[in-house]
């Protein structure tokens, strides 16, 4: 099983601006779609973004869309989120996963550690 590993997780103020990465290894990260999760306090997983194998092909949850931006570089193997205007309800630990079904069917049940963002006011 390819792992997947977040990092860039930070506190951050709101209105503020952050980028998370998501590395794994060749070849399955690049012949798979790839999404970005959250899980907030109190709240279940959800998926925020979803990037086909070419970048023209991506799905933005609605309470990102405008701010979040998700690319991914093939020649690193990594997937980012990058994160603008950040309100407070984008706190939470977030996660990567492959796609098995568009746009927020993940390949896989085992989760890794996610990386946490913290907005504060």
């Known amino acids: 099983q390819v792992q997947l590993v977040e990092s860039g997780g930070a506190l951050v103020q709101t209105g503020g601006s952050l980028s998370l990465s998501c590395a794994g290894s060749?070849?399955?990260?690049?012949?798979?779609?790839l999404g970005w999760f959250r899980q907030s306090p109190g709240k279940g997983r959800e998926i925020v973004a979803t990037i086909g194998l070419g970048e023209a092909s991506t799905y933005y949850a609605d309470s990102v869309k405008g701010r979040f931006f998700i690319t991914r570089v093939s020649a690193k193997n990594t997937m980012y989120l990058h994160m603008n205007d950040l309100k407070s309800e984008d706190t939470g630990v977030y996660f990567c996963?492959?796609?098995?079904?568009?746009?927020?069917?993940?390949?896989?049940?085992?989760w890794g550690q996610g990386t946490e963002v913290t907005v504060s006011p």
């Open positions: 060749a070849p399955a990260f690049n012949l798979n779609v």
């Open positions: 996963n492959f796609i098995s079904r568009w746009p927020d069917t993940p390949m896989s049940q085992t």
